[in-house]
C-alpha cells in the first residue's frame, strides 16, 4: 500500500523512555515481542485501526450517533429494569431470592466480558455486536415469558452472557456468539479506546454514560407506569423491540468500514512467525479447511479451555455464599463443601493452563507483572463488593422504612447514578486538563469512603430523608471521579492490542466484586433477618413472619405506624448495619491500592506504552512525524 513503510518496532534513543520496565511490566521480555507472537488472535484490532484511516466525515458520524444510540439504550435498561426484578420475585413469593439471582446474574455478566473481548479482538468489532443483539432479544423474551422466578432467572442468563451455550457446545464457536446486557458494555468501552486518545478517553467515557442524566428521571417514570398498568413483563419485553432499532446504525457502520478494508486490502492475512505455535495453528489456512480444523484454530485463538475453566472455577467458588443459606445444614451441608474445593481447584488449574500450556491466554503473565492493571482490578473489585453490599437490599429497605410514593422511591434509587454521571464528566474535564489521572483517582476514593461511613445512621430507621440522598450523592460524586480514572489508568499501561481484554479483565473483576458483595448481602440478609423479624415482632407465627420475609408487597401493606410495619423496620435497621459495617471496611482497599498505581502522562497516544496513534502510526523523533508500524 501507498505510504505504507515497515519500520523497527524499537522507538528511537531520543523518543521518551517508554521500556517494558517503565511500563510497569517488571519483565525481562518486551512485552510488545509477546503481542506481536500472538497477532492472530488480534485481527479486530487491525481491522479497527485499518477502518479509522478509511472513515469519512458521514461515516464518522454514522459511527458517533451509533454508539450514541446504543448507550442510551443501555442507559434506559439500566434505568428501568432493576425495579422490575423486585416485583417480579415478589409476584411468584421469592422475594428473598433477591440476591441469589443478583449473584447469578454477576457472575455470568464478570465471565461474559473476557469472552466477548476475546471474540472483539479474534474476529471483528462489528461481529461481536450482531451476537451482542442477538443475546439481548433472546435472553428479554425468555424473562418477558417467564412462567416461575427460575425461567426468569434463566433469562437474565441468556440476556446476560452467551458464555453458558459457549460451556456446552463448542461447536457454537464459529458464529461467534457475543452476549447482551454484558457485551453491550464491555464492547462500547472497547469502541471507545479504539478511536479516543489518552488525554480525551475520560472524559469521552463519562459522556457516553450522560444518557443516565436524563433516563434517570424518564426511566423511573416509564418503570413506574409499566409496573402500576402493564405489569413487569412488559417492563422487560419492550427491549426485544427497542435493541434492535437502536444498535442498527452502530453495527451497519462497522461492518461496512470492515468491508471497506477488506476491499482495499488494508488489512492483510497475518502468517504463522514463530515455532511456538500449537500444532493447529501451523496448519496452513486455505479454502478446503475443514470445519473442525476451523473450530480448533479458532478455540485456541479463544482460549475456550481457559475461558471454561475461569468461568467454572468463578461460579463454583462465590455461588455457595447464597446458595448455602436456602440448603440444609448450611455450610456443613456436603454440595456447599463440594462446590467450594472443586472451585478452588479449578482455579488452579485455570492458572496453569493459561501460564503454562495456552498459547493466546486469557490472563498473560505479562498482565500480572503490570502494577496499573492489578492495582485497577483491586479497586473495582472491593469498591463494587462495597456498593453491592449496601445496595442489593436499598429499594426494598426505602418502600418499607420511607412513606415516599413508588415514583419518589424510584427517583431515589437513580441519584447516585446521577451524581456518578455529573462527576465522571469533572473527572473526565480534569484528566484531559491535568493530563494525569492519579490525583482524581486518590481524591474519588477517599470521598466514597466518606459517603459510606455516613451511612451508619441514615441506613436506620430514625436517618432522614436529607441525609438518606447525600450520601448517595456524595458516593456519587467519589465514585464517579475513581471509574473513569481507574479504567483510563488500566488502559494506558497496555498496548493497543491488549486494550480489549485488558479493559475486561478489569471490569471481571469488578463484577465479581460485585457478586461477592451481592452474595455477602444475601447471606447476612438470610442469617440476621429471620431472627431480627422474631426479635421485634414475637406475637406474629412462623408462617407471618415467613411471609412479611418472602415478600416486600405484604410489609408495605400496612401503614406507617402499625405495630407489624414498625417491627419489620427495626429489623431493616439491624440488618443494614450489618452490611454497612462489612462495607466501610472494603472501601479502606482501594484508596492504598490507588496509591500504588503509576501515573500515566496522559497525551495525544492511543496508550502510554508504546508511541501509536489510533491508526497504528508510531511517533519517529523529536519532530513527531509518524509512520506505519506493522
Not at 433477618?529 to 400496612?558: C, F, H
Not at 450489618?578 to 482497599?589: E, K, P, T, Y
Request: charged residues 15%.
Amino acid at each position: 500500500m501507498p505510504g505504507y513503510i515497515p519500520i523497527p518496532t524499537d522507538p528511537p534513543e531520543e523518543s521518551c523512555d517508554r521500556s517494558p520496565r517503565r511500563a510497569g511490566y517488571h519483565t525481562d521480555e518486551d512485552p510488545g515481542n509477546a503481542v506481536t507472537r500472538e497477532q492472530d488472535a488480534h485481527t479486530g484490532v487491525e481491522k479497527v485501526q485499518a477502518a479509522l484511516r478509511i472513515y469519512g466525515r458521514y461515516s464518522r458520524w454514522g459511527l458517533f450517533i451509533g454508539l450514541a444510540l446504543a448507550s442510551y439504550i443501555y442507559s434506559l435498561d439500566a434505568s428501568t429494569t432493576y425495579a422490575y426484578l423486585t416485583f417480579a420475585t415478589s409476584s411468584f413469593g421469592e422475594h428473598s431470592l433477591l440476591s441469589s439471582i443478583a449473584v447469578a446474574q454477576s457472575l455470568i455478566v464478570a465471565v461474559g466480558k473476557p469472552v466477548i473481548a476475546k471474540v472483539a479482538d479474534v474476529s471483528s468489532r462489528g461481529r461481536a455486536y450482531v451476537g451482542v443483539l442477538f443475546f439481548y432479544v433472546l435472553g428479554y423474551t425468555v424473562i418477558a415469558s417467564a412462567p416461575n422466578v427460575g425461567t426468569m432467572a434463566g433469562g437474565i442468563i441468556l440476556y446476560a452472557v452467551y458464555i453458558v451455550l459457549l460451556l456446552l457446545k463448542y461447536t457454537l464457536l464459529t458464529s461467534y456468539f457475543c452476549s447482551g446486557y454484558t457485551g453491550l458494555q464491555i464492547l462500547t468501552q472497547i469502541m471507545i479506546a479504539d478511536i479516543t486518545t489518552l488525554k480525551w478517553r475520560g472524559l469521552v467515557v463519562a459522556l457516553v454514560s450522560s444518557p443516565f442524566l436524563v433516563n434517570a428521571f424518564i426511566g423511573s417514570n416509564i418503570s413506574t407506569a409499566v409496573i402500576e398498568h402493564l405489569g413487569w413483563r412488559w417492563g422487560y419485553g419492550m427491549f426485544a423491540i427497542l435493541v434492535p432499532v437502536s444498535l442498527s446504525p452502530l453495527i451497519i457502520t462497522l461492518l461496512w468500514a470492515e468491508y471497506q478494508t477488506k476491499k482495499l486490502g488494508l488489512v492483510k492475512p497475518i502468517e504463522p512467525i514463530s515455532n511456538d505455535y500449537q500444532d493447529v495453528l501451523n496448519e496452513e489456512i486455505s479454502s478446503d479447511d475443514t470445519i473442525l480444523r476451523r473450530l480448533r484454530r479458532t478455540a485456541v485463538q479463544l482460549d475456550v479451555v481457559g475461558l471454561i475453566l475461569l468461568g467454572t472455577a468463578i461460579s463454583l467458588i462465590l455461588l455457595p455464599l447464597t446458595l448455602s443459606q436456602t440448603m440444609n445444614g448450611q455450610w456443613k451441608n456436603v454440595s456447599v463443601i463440594s462446590m467450594l474445593t472443586i472451585g478452588i481447584v479449578f482455579l488452579f488449574v485455570f492458572a496453569y493452563w493459561d501460564f503454562r500450556v495456552a498459547t493466546r491466554p486469557v490472563i498473560a503473565p505479562r498482565f500480572l507483572k503490570n502494577r496499573s492493571v492489578i492495582f485497577a482490578a483491586l479497586i473495582g473489585f472491593f469498591d463494587f463488593m462495597s456498593f453491592y453490599l449496601t445496595f442489593t437490599y436499598l429499594y426494598s429497605f426505602v418502600l418499607v422504612v420511607k412513606t415516599w410514593s413508588l415514583i419518589n422511591a424510584t427517583y431515589f434509587m437513580q441519584t447516585q447514578t446521577i451524581a456518578l454521571t455529573l462527576f465522571g464528566i469533572l473527572a473526565g474535564v480534569s484528566m484531559h486538563l491535568m493530563h494525569r489521572y492519579k490525583y482524581v483517582l486518590v481524591f474519588g476514593l477517599v470521598v466514597r469512603l466518606a459517603g459510606v461511613a455516613m451511612m451508619i445512621h441514615s441506613r436506620g430507621a430514625n436517618g432522614s430523608d436529607v441525609e438518606l440522598v447525600f450520601t448517595q450523592i456524595l458516593q456519587g460524586f467519589g465514585g464517579g471521579l475513581a471509574a473513569i480514572s481507574s479504567q483510563v489508568g488500566a488502559q494506558a499501561a497496555v498496548p493497543h492490542a491488549d486494550v480489549a481484554i485488558i479493559t475486561a479483565l478489569v471490569l471481571l473483576f469488578t463484577e465479581i466484586g460485585g457478586a461477592v458483595g451481592s452474595a455477602c448481602a444475601g447471606a447476612i440478609w438470610s442469617n440476621t433477618m429471620p431472627g431480627n423479624l422474631e426479635k421485634y415482632l414475637p406475637w406474629l407465627t412462623d408462617a407471618q413472619r415467613a411471609e412479611l420475609y418472602g415478600s416486600i408487597t405484604s410489609v408495605t401493606a400496612s401503614p406507617r405506624g402499625d405495630p407489624v410495619r414498625e417491627g419489620v423496620i427495626q429489623a431493616y435497621d439491624d440488618t443494614m448495619k450489618v452490611m454497612i459495617l462489612c462495607a466501610i471496611g472494603f472501601s479502606v482497599v482501594p484508596v492504598f491500592c490507588a496509591l500504588g498505581m503509576s501515573d500515566w502522562h496522559l497525551g495525544d497516544s492511543q496508550n502510554a506504552v508504546d508511541s501509536t496513534d489510533l491508526t497504528g502510526r508510531v511517533s519517529i523523533g523529536r519532530e513527531g512525524r509518524w509512520r506505519w508500524r506493522r
